[in-house]
């Protein structure tokens, strides 16, 4: 008997209220915006940098490649990179392995 009257008291309350699924569609939709601006949108200006990085890529520029090796460019292809680790030895990499380009004369001064 009891319950039935607390019951009915609650109802009217309960239809004034938002509707149900409004707050966990606000956090979805937070939670985007939490996540594009903390992971995708600085992933995406990476990526462009390092787009940019390797088509400026020319012979003579001296490189870091992604194993750690460094060495001065000799040829550039549309996708490879003949990269000269020490004198008369040089290897061949993928333009996207380049990790970093150095400053002239880095490799000179190690």
């Known amino acids: 008997?009891?319950?039935?009257?607390?019951?009915?008291?609650?109802?009217?309350?309960?239809?004034?209220?938002?509707?149900?699924?409004?707050?966990?569609?606000?956090?979805?939709?937070?939670?985007?915006?939490?996540?594009?601006?903390?992971?995708?949108?600085?992933?995406?200006?990476?990526?462009?940098?390092?787009?940019?990085?390797?088509?400026?890529?020319k012979a003579g520029d001296e490189v870091v490649v992604a194993g750690g090796i460094a060495g001065q460019v000799v040829r550039v292809t549309d996708q490879f990179l003949a990269v000269e680790i020490a004198s008369g030895v040089e290897v061949k990499v993928q333009k996207h392995a380049v990790a970093q380009v150095l400053p002239k004369g880095t490799l000179k001064s190690i």
């Open 1 to 57: 008997m009891f319950i039935k009257d607390a019951l009915a008291e609650q109802a009217p309350a309960a239809a004034a209220a938002a509707p149900p699924g409004f707050e966990s569609m606000f956090f979805v939709l937070a939670l985007f915006v939490v996540f594009y601006l903390m992971m995708i949108r600085p992933q995406m200006k990476r990526q462009k940098e390092h787009r940019k990085l390797i088509s400026e890529i």
